[in-house]
Structure formats: C-alpha cells, structure tokens
C-alpha cells in the first residue's frame, strides 16, 4: 500500500480518489473547494491544508484537473515540496505539449512522470472502470499498476510521456466527429421521410456501428442531451487537438470542422449540455427545429 498525495477532486477526481481509500491506501488529499475535501475525508482520506501539505513525503502524487494551466501551476508546487523518486500520475486531460514539461521538469528533481488520461465520464469514475491511456518509461507504468487497477478496468502504456495525451486527443477527435456525422445522418433520414429510429436501428449493426450509436441513438432522437460529457470540455479538448496537430504541422481539416461545429454549440450557450449536443447545431445550420 502507498502514500498517496491526490490534488483535484471533482466529478472525476472524487471518485478515484475514493476508490484508492477502499483499496487501502493512505491517502491525503487536496482541493480549492473544501466540501469536495469534506467528502473524501468521511471516506478515509487525510484532508491535506494546502498542496505542500499533500504532496509532501510521498510515495505517489496525483493529480486531476481540468486544464494545463492548473496542472502547470499545481505542478509547479509539487516540484517544489514532493520528495524525490516520487511518482507522479497525472489523469487530466491537458495538452501533450505541457505533460512534456511535467516530464522534463520533474525529471531534474528526480521525479518518475506519467500522462493518464482516462475516458469513461463519471459513470466510470464512480464505477471504477475508466480507460486509461498512459505515456511514459515502462518501469512507471508497472509502478502505477496498483494505481490503475483501482481506478480503472483497462490501461495501456502507449508510448513515452505526452503519448498518453497525444491518443486521448485521438479518442476525442474521433468522438467529436462521429457525433458531428450522426447528427446529419438523423436529419437526413427525418427529412426524407425514413423512419429514423429503424434506420438507426440499422446503421448500428453495419459497418457505421459505434458505441456512439450503441449508447447515444435513442437520446439523440428524443432530443435529450443530459450530460455526460459537456460540450465546454469537449471544446477545450479540440483545442488541445488543433495545438497538438499544430505542434506535428499536421493539417486536420475534419478536426477544424468539428471544432467549430463545437464552438457553434458553446457559442449557441448549450456549453453544459451532453456534447451528442451537436445536432442541435446541425439543426440551427439546417434551418430546422425539432418539435
Ligand atoms: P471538475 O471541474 O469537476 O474538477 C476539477 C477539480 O479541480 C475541481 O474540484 C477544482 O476545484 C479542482 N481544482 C482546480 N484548480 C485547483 C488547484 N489549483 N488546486 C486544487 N484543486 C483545484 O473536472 P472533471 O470533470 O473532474 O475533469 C477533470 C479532468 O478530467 C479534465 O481535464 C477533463 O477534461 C477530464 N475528463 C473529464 C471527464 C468527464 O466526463 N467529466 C471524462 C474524461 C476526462
């Protein structure tokens, strides 16, 4: 069992927190909101004060947060206070470019680095089953292990640090285009006089199949967009793309579309609905309204 340091506790980061308590680690946390902290500690978490505090004396600091700037500056406190040979995983999902610079930084101080982001959303947070997609040496992933296997149900080393963000960028372009596709593909088929939940029905089983169809055509149809996963991340996480693809001088043109399919969505103020979302956009381009 480990020492563990958890900074960020919110949808995401509370449950996995949580789920290191019940695995018996000794866990300390920290947040900036204290009623997130208050939860964790009824759990059997330490509540840490401040981030010197948490990350302090040991074995494993965590970290999971919404964007670079507060990983960098969360990061910044952690090369200060935590103690060499330190392992530090962060789950965020933030540029490729910045979990770099975690690597390279805390490498000068002696700490071992890896890049996790997950999918999964809160369901599989709280449930314990996230994906994780890991970038660094493999001696830290097999350290992470115990880790991993908490929170999650599948983790894949897929290459040195920033990789992991680099395939979390994959996962959300090809998310955010898939929905951007059937969402045209539900108008086509309302406009043109087919039944859209049989022609759903029947795309799901073909070739256009995807867990996107599996879990989201009825919801789309019924024009119910709960989230799930927010149209304000996603369209933080397109611009983690578009750096990205600018940073390898890739041209992304379909990702450039989605994109601003989703600024569209955020900008149309449905920034907190389900980013499935996307069809009102398609909607509003189509001149059309669902009743
Ligand atoms: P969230 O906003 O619910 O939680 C972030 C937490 O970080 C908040 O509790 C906030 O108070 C805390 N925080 C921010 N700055 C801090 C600081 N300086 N010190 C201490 N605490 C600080 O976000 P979330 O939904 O848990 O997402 C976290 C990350 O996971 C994001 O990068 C997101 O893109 C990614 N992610 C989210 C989902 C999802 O479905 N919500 C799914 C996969 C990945």
Do not use: C
Request: glycine content about 14%; hydrophobic content about 45%; charged content about 20%.
């Amino acid at each position: 069992m480990s020492k563990i340091g958890f900074v960020g506790l919110g949808i995401m980061g509370g449950p996995m927190a949580g789920h290191l308590v019940k695995a018996g680690h000794e866990v300390t946390v920290y947040d900036l909101n204290p009623e997130s902290v208050d939860r964790l500690t009824t759990l059997g978490a330490t509540g840490g004060g401040d981030i010197a505090e948490t990350v302090r004396d040991k074995d494993i600091v965590i970290t999971m947060l919404p964007q670079d700037e507060h990983v960098e500056a969360v990061f910044t406190e952690v090369l200060e206070h935590a103690a060499s040979g330190t392992l530090y995983i962060d789950f965020s999902t933030i540029t490729p470019r910045t979990a770099e610079w975690t690597h390279t930084e805390g490498a000068k101080k002696g700490l071992r680095v890896l890049d996790a982001p997950v999918s999964g959303g809160e369901p599989g947070a709280i449930e314990g089953v996230l994906s994780i997609m890991v970038g660094g040496s493999e001696a830290d992933f097999d350290a992470a292990k115990p880790i991993f296997e908490a929170v999650g149900k599948s983790f894949t080393l897929v290459g040195p640090n920033g990789a992991g963000q680099v395939v979390k960028a994959a996962n959300q372009l090809v998310v955010g285009g898939t929905y951007a596709l059937v969402a045209e593909a539900i108008l086509l088929m309302e406009n043109l006089g087919a039944n859209a939940v049989a022609g759903l029905d029947a795309l799901a089983g073909g070739l256009a199949g995807s867990t996107i169809l599996e879990r989201k055509r009825k919801s789309m149809l019924e024009r119910n967009f709960k989230p799930g996963f927010r149209i304000d991340l996603h369209h933080k996480d397109m611009g983690i793309i578009l750096a990205a693809a600018r940073q390898a001088e890739l041209p992304i043109p379909f990702g450039g579309l989605v994109a601003q399919h989703i600024a569209a969505a955020r900008a149309m103020g449905h920034g907190s609905l389900d980013h499935s979302a996307l069809l009102l956009v398609a909607e509003a381009l189509a001149g059309k309204r669902a009743d």
